[in-house]
Nanobody
Framework: QVRLVESGGGLVQPGESLRLSCAVS????????AGWFRQAPGKEREFVAS????????LTDDAVKGRFTISRDNAKSTVYLQMNTLKPEDTAIYYC?????????????????WGQGAQVTVSS
């Protein structure tokens, strides 16, 4: 059974940093792509970043490019999202997701397994 559990969310002030972690249980984690999405209140879920199985192909949304970095540690079956210079508009629930394939993707419909989400609030 595959489970994804996010951690590391919280309340921060603008300009500060957070690192989200996503622990993925189940076999063959290192062969599948993973991604991060977010959903702000009253808005649809949107793509943040994706990483392929080997970690050498990364896709990042323009809204967070240069501030957010996705990475993975296949030995620990964990995906990370380092978020720097946070802004109030980054406030959302952040979801980790895993594909059934090895390529990175920006489409939420390409992801089969999802975590329960982690709240990130950026406010002064």
């Amino acid at each position: 059974q595959v489970r994804l559990v996010e951690s590391g969310g919280g309340l921060v002030q603008p300009g500060e940093s957070l690192r989200l972690s996503c622990a993925v249980s189940g076999p063959h984690f290192s062969t599948f792509a993973a991604g991060w999405f977010r959903q702000a209140p009253g808005k649809e879920r949107e793509f943040v970043a994706s990483i392929n199985w080997r970690g050498d192909r990364i896709l990042t949304d323009d809204a967070v490019k240069g501030r957010f970095t996705i990475s993975r540690d296949n030995a620990k079956s964990t995906v990370y999202l380092q978020m720097n210079t946070l802004k109030p508009e980054d406030t959302a629930i952040y979801y980790c997701a895993r594909r059934l394939y090895s390529d990175a993707s920006i489409m939420s419909s390409d992801y089969y397994y999802w975590g329960q989400g982690a709240q990130v609030t950026v406010s002064s």
